[in-house]
């Protein structure tokens, strides 16, 4: 059963740096090396929105809010996708998923909590 696990979320200052990081278990690393992987997040009473995305070839994707200030990454080697987080607004208070995608299927984690205050 594949599962996706978030961490590193918490609650920050504004201008503070996180690193948020998501592990796939239960697929194989041919599986995940060959996935889109996507960071997400949610914010109270807004739909949810793609941050970032990586390919398998490493082509990156940033939505415009995050642009120059977060980073993703991925080590295929440890079935594992990286946002690191830089220069943090109130407006990134959001709850912030995974998702490994394939031709045929994707997968979600439940996500990890991040709060900003100014």
């Known amino acids: 059963q594949v599962r996706l696990v978030e961490s590193g979320g918490g609650v920050m200052q504004a201008g503070e740096s996180l690193r948020l990081f998501c592990v796939g278990t239960?697929?194989?690393?041919?599986?995940?090396?060959?996935?889109?992987m996507g960071w997400y997040r949610q914010a109270p009473g807004k739909q949810r929105e793609l941050v970032a995305s990586?390919?398998?070839?490493?082509?990156?994707n940033y939505a415009d809010s995050a642009k120059g200030r977060f980073t993703i990454s991925r080590d295929n080697g440890k079935n594992t996708v990286y946002l690191q987080m830089n220069s943090l607004k109130p407006e990134d208070t959001a709850v912030y998923s995974c998702?490994?995608?394939?031709?045929?299927?994707?997968?979600w984690g439940r996500g990890t909590q991040v709060t900003v205050s100014s």
């Open positions: 998702n490994l995608a394939t031709a045929t299927y994707d997968w």
């Open positions: 239960g697929v194989s690393g041919s599986l995940f090396a060959i996935s889109t």
């Open positions: 990586i390919t398998s070839d490493g082509y990156t």
